[in-house]
């Protein structure tokens, strides 16, 4: 059970990565190169707060998610972790 | 001196104290008689107020003599009077104005049809604070996305914190500029209300504006893109001491396509919102409150 949750975690930092290369434009990133706790906003990754808005249409178009608590936003836009760990906590039970 | 310091408030509690007597005991024309020599003073002695006015007119005015764009300096203070002594006039109670809401049918009919809500573009024109009190028929909250240095102001002129009042404040200062609660706004079908007149140098783009360059702010534009909700300009301006007009016909639908042809898209957007406050400043030349050179450093 344990392994088939790091499992779906993983293949879900995967696909946000591309996602956000895809859906962002990242110039000159690939996938790859973003690291699983890199900080997203500000340094780090360097994405403003225009990139935030379309992070928050890919949550609600790719997962039906919509993030109500501006706290929780903080917490979930962290880095590629945080997002996949709240993804995969409000999807679990659809899978 | 930095821009911030360019628009420090004027007015002392004597002055305010003063013009709210009066307006009690005077009426509204009483009072506005009381700005000429007001005005007439911050236009001998405030160099800033006075530069600041000036930036505009003479784009607005290439031809005029020095002294008859003074002249329309002047008429800019007494309309900025006149809509401080509206502001205050409303939320005192003392009475109403007559408000002409253009746009209206089409802007309920947008909000009907789509559960969505709308992002109502503005600028530092007219009276929006007026403008915004008109909107509560609607009956849909407005998110007002304004800095908290000027929500003391702002509150007080739209008693925001009455509860019954459906007018919200979102920071631009809050986490991410404040996109998350935009979203959720937008999504649950209220309006958010974005400046469009001043970028403080940031997620702008250029357009020509009065026939000189400046930067306008392009999130608007991007968020509608991304909620794929339309873009509501709105305009007001007032017509004579009771009546104001409320433009809300103006409507920029938003953008699609990948980023790159999305951003040019956008910059088109900016370029007509700028063609609007043109056609604004050509029907209204002396209620244009954007104080401050935008222009400064773009040509």
Request: charged letters at 25%; glycine letters at 8%.
């Amino acid at each position: 059970m344990q392994e088939s949750k790091a499992e779906a975690l993983a293949k879900l930092r995967k696909d946000l990565k591309e996602m956000l290369v895809k859906d962002l434009s990242l110039e000159d990133v690939n996938p790859e190169d973003i690291k699983d706790d890199e900080i997203l906003f500000g340094e780090g990754l360097g994405l403003d707060s225009l990139d935030a808005v379309e992070i928050v249409v890919l949550l609600q178009r790719n997962f039906g998610l919509e993030i109500k608590d501006m706290n929780k936003g903080k917490e979930v836009f962290y880095s590629i972790d945080t997002l996949a760990n709240y993804v995969y906590e409000n999807t679990k039970s659809e899978t | 001196m930095s821009k911030e310091e360019h628009t420090k408030k004027r007015g002392n509690r004597l002055g305010l104290a003063i013009f709210r007597a009066s307006l009690k005991i005077f009426g509204l024309s009483g009072t506005y008689g009381l700005l000429y020599f007001v005005c007439l003073y911050y236009l001998a002695f405030d160099r800033i107020a006075v530069a600041s006015s000036m930036a505009y007119i003479r784009r607005r005015f290439k031809k005029q003599s020095y002294l008859r764009r003074l002249i329309g300096v002047y008429r800019i203070f007494i309309n900025q009077g006149k809509n401080l002594i509206d502001r205050y006039y409303l939320i005192s109670g003392l009475g109403g104005f007559d408000i002409e809401l253009s746009g209206y049918d089409k802007l309920n009919s947008l909000l009907g049809e789509n559960h969505k809500g709308v992002i109502l573009l503005t600028a530092h024109v007219g009276n929006w604070q007026v403008a915004m009190t008109a909107l509560e028929k609607l009956g849909r909250t407005v998110y007002l996305l304004m800095r908290p240095e000027d929500n003391a102001a702002v509150k007080e002129a739209l008693n925001i914190d009455n509860e019954s009042r459906r007018i919200r404040i979102i920071s631009p200062e809050s986490y991410l500029g404040g996109v998350v609660e935009i979203m959720n706004a937008i999504n649950s079908g209220s309006i958010v209300s974005i400046m469009g007149d001043r970028s403080y140098g940031q997620n702008s783009f250029e357009a020509k504006l009065l026939g000189d360059r400046v930067r306008l702010p392009y999130g608007a534009f991007t968020i509608a893109a991304a909620a794929q909700c339309p873009v509501v300009v709105l305009l007001s301006a007032k017509l004579s001491e009771k009546k104001y007009v409320v433009d809300v016909s103006q409507i920029i639908e938003p953008v699609q396509g990948p980023k790159a042809e999305k951003q040019e898209k956008i910059k088109g957007s900016v370029q007509e919102f700028a063609g609007m406050l043109d056609n604004y400043a050509a029907q209204y030349p002396f209620q244009w409150f954007v104080f401050g050179d935008i222009w400064e450093g773009n040509n």
